[in-house]
C-alpha cells in the first residue's frame, strides 16, 4: 500500500488554489468599496493561477491523471472526464482573462474596474464547484479503479512534472499563495477560501 495517494497531492493542490479564489472576493470587496489594488498583487494573482493552477495542477491532471483513467475505460468524452477537461478550458481562458483585465487594471484602474470585477466573479464562480467535482466524484473513483502499482506510478509520474517544471518553481507557487493572501487581506480581517 502506498503512504500517499497521488489525489492526496492533488488534494492538497485544491485547498491552495481555492485560498487563493476565496482571496479574490476580498479583491472585488475592496474595488467595488473604491480601494486600488497593489499591481504586484494582481501580477502575482494571474501569474500564480496560469503557472500553478494550470501548469503545475492541471497538467498532472490532464496529462497523467485522465489519461490513465481513459486505458482503465473510463471515457474521454463522458461523465467526469468531459465535463472536468471542458471546465479546464473554460480556466484557462478565464486565466487569459485575468491577465488581460489585470493589465488594463494596472494602466487605468477607472476603466479597467469593471473588467477585473466579472472576470474575477466568473472564476470564484467555476472553481469552487470544478474542485468539489474532482474531489467527490473523480478522486474516489480513481482510487477504486487504480491498484497499488498503479498508483504509484502516477504518483512518480506528478512528481516528474513538477521536477520538469522546477520543484522549487512548484513550492515557489505555494509560498507565493501564502504572499498573495497576505497582501489582499491586508487590513481587510480575515481571508476565507472559497
Known amino acids: 500500500m502506498t503512504s500517499r495517494k497521488p489525489t492526496e497531492e492533488l488534494e492538497h493542490e485544491h485547498r ?15 474595488l467595488e468599496s473604491g480601494s486600488e489594488i497593489d499591481p504586484v498583487v494582481l501580477t502575482d494573482l494571474s501569474e500564480f493561477m496560469q503557472t500553478f ?30 465535463v472536468l477537461l ?23 484602474p477607472r476603466a479597467g474596474k469593471e473588467a477585473l470585477i466579472g472576470t474575477l466573479r466568473k472564476l470564484i464562480e467555476l472553481y469552487p464547484a470544478h ?3 474532482e474531489d467527490y466524484l473523480l478522486f474516489p473513483m ?6 497499488d502499482s498503479e498508483q504509484k506510478e502516477l504518483l512518480a509520474q506528478f512528481e516528474q512534472h513538477d521536477s520538469e517544471i522546477g ?26 477560501a472559497a
Open 167 to 192: 520543484i522549487d518553481v512548484h513550492h515557489g507557487f505555494e509560498q507565493l499563495a501564502g504572499r498573495i493572501l497576505e497582501m489582499i487581506c491586508a487590513g481587510a480581517g480575515t481571508c476565507h
Open 16 to 30: 491552495i488554489i481555492q485560498q487563493v479564489v476565496g482571496g479574490m472576493a476580498v479583491i472585488i470587496e475592496k
Open 86 to 108: 471542458h471546465e479546464d478550458e473554460k480556466g484557462r481562458s478565464l486565466m487569459a482573462d485575468l491577465k488581460l483585465t489585470s493589465e488594463t487594471y494596472i494602466r487605468t
Open 131 to 133: 474542485i468539489w467535482k
Open 142 to 147: 480513481t482510487n477504486k479503479l487504480l491498484n
Open 53 to 82: 493552477g494550470d501548469k503545475c495542477h492541471h497538467g498532472k491532471e490532464e496529462d497523467y491523471l485522465f489519461k490513465l483513467l481513459e486505458k482503465k475505460g473510463v471515457p474521454v468524452s463522458g461523465c467526469p472526464l468531459a
